[in-house]
């Protein structure tokens, strides 16, 4: 079956450090591949995504991604954390039809200290 | 950007009643919509594809009598939770894709059923 995976339900980091959650996903073929970020009483925002062409992608407020199909990874990272970073972060992928369908991964809460 | 919201961004209701929730797309034309369930500290798990002009297309293990969905026009989509009960208590979070990569998400309706 399809999924994906979100290894780290916590992650807290001190303000400026760099920063790295993971994805995993189990699909027959390589999907495209999301991640979102959810604020306390926003909506999800995306971050970033990939389709195909270049394995590293840049996405919104500093974030990129690097999609590693031996690993059947979708990384995400940031250089230097800020404190408004902190949220909830889903990783997402779907199918390359014309589904539109995303299965999410459990997410991982990114706490940043002072 | 395209938008999505959601009416209402929250409600109340007593145990047995029915409450309705809206999504609509505001800019773009979806004749696909997606439904999600969140519970608290937990992922998006997709419940329903709302199709315009057809019937609504559930995950399995939801029940599509007590989870109904109509997808009015090329706008709007409503799920109506029908005689909800305090397991129903979740945040509800729509979706809509303008193309099969961009996927628009509403800020959600936290729904509380005493």
């Known amino acids: 079956a399809q999924s994906v995976t979100q290894p780290d339900i916590h992650i807290t980091v001190s303000e400026g450090a760099s920063l790295e959650l993971r994805c995993n996903y189990s699909y027959g073929a390589t999907p495209y591949l999301f991640w979102y970020v959810q604020s306390p009483g926003q909506g999800l925002q995306l971050l970033l995504k990939?389709?195909?062409?270049?394995?590293l992608v840049q996405g919104i407020k500093g974030f990129e991604a690097e999609f590693k199909r031996s690993q059947s990874s979708f990384n995400l990272r940031k250089p230097s954390v800020h404190w408004s970073d902190a949220a909830e972060y889903f990783c997402a992928a779907s199918l390359m039809d014309s589904s539109y369908k995303l299965i999410f991964g459990s997410g991982t809460r990114l706490l940043v200290r002072p | 950007g395209a938008v999505v919201s959601q009416h209402p961004s929250w409600v109340i209701c007593k145990s047995g009643t029915s409450v309705k929730i809206e999504c609509r797309s505001l800019?773009?034309?979806?004749?696909?919509m997606f439904w999600y369930r969140q519970f608290p500290k937990q992922s998006l798990m997709l419940m329903a594809t709302?199709?315009?002009?057809?019937?609504?297309?559930?995950e399995q293990g939801v029940e599509k009598d007590k989870f109904l969905i109509n997808h009015a026009s090329l706008t709007l989509s409503t799920l109506t939770v029908t005689s909800a009960h305090p397991e129903d208590s979740s945040f509800y979070i729509c979706?809509?894709?303008?193309?099969?990569?961009?996927?628009?998400f509403g800020p959600g309706t936290r729904l509380l059923v005493l």
């Open positions: 979706s809509a894709p303008e193309r099969v990569e961009t996927q628009y």
């Open positions: 709302s199709n315009e002009g057809s019937k609504a297309t559930y």
């Open positions: 990939y389709f195909s062409g270049d394995t």
């Open positions: 800019d773009f034309q979806a004749t696909t």
